[in-house]
């Protein structure tokens, strides 16, 4: 079984009194800020559970927002988000809802603008997140590996053909699909980095529709 070092039990340096409310929240708003890729129009907040309860008082809410506007978890701008000419990028809400079927601690985004997305994840303590949802396909990533997301056609030699094309070593590999042959994910975290020649190349394979190549974060 994996330990946890000394460095993950006391979470990362951050502005908020709770690693799970603050830090989480930061870097959940980053990750889908990254996978969003553009700039939207609106964003619905989703808080569920210990977040709705008290995500206001530990800084939820301004987590996720910085996150999602690209800030640091060690950015003293957080406190102040909400009253910062950055936060009037785009008009956004926040919701707050007790459902037990989700994580305690965990979030929806939901985008409009150029086009509409769902990105949902739970923080699971000590400041590290799980990404678990993009629109209807499950996924799994962290934030802890370079990742790269792949939405295309469920025909056959897909994965492979992905895969013989990165020449970077796999950490995990997770793929879901709506039914047999049509729209599926792949989502691939990785052990190492791929040039962008390589992003491009997987571009031009056909019945790929859309990739994502997610950095592993900086803290």
Known sequence: MKQSSIIDIISPVMVGPSSSHTAGAVRLGLLARNVYNAKPEKVTFKLYNSYALTGKGHGTDKG????????????????????????????????????????PNAVDFIFEGVHNMKISGDSVGAGEVVIRKINDFTV????????????????????????NSIHVNIASLHCDRYAKGEEASMCVCLDG?????????????????MIRYIKKLDS
């Open 64 to 103: 996720l927002l910085a996150g999602l506007l690209g800030l640091s978890v060690d950015d003293t701008r957080i406190k102040d988000i909400f009253n910062l000419d950055i936060s009037k990028q785009f008009e956004y809400k926040f919701e707050y809802i007790e459902d037990f079927n989700r994580h």
């Open 193 to 209: 980095d791929i040039d962008q020649k390589v992003i491009d190349f997987l571009g031009l394979i056909e019945n790929i529709y």
């Open 140 to 163: 799994k990533f962290t934030g802890k590996y370079n990742t790269l997301l792949i939405v295309y056609k469920d025909v056959p030699n897909m994965i492979s053909r992905v895969t």
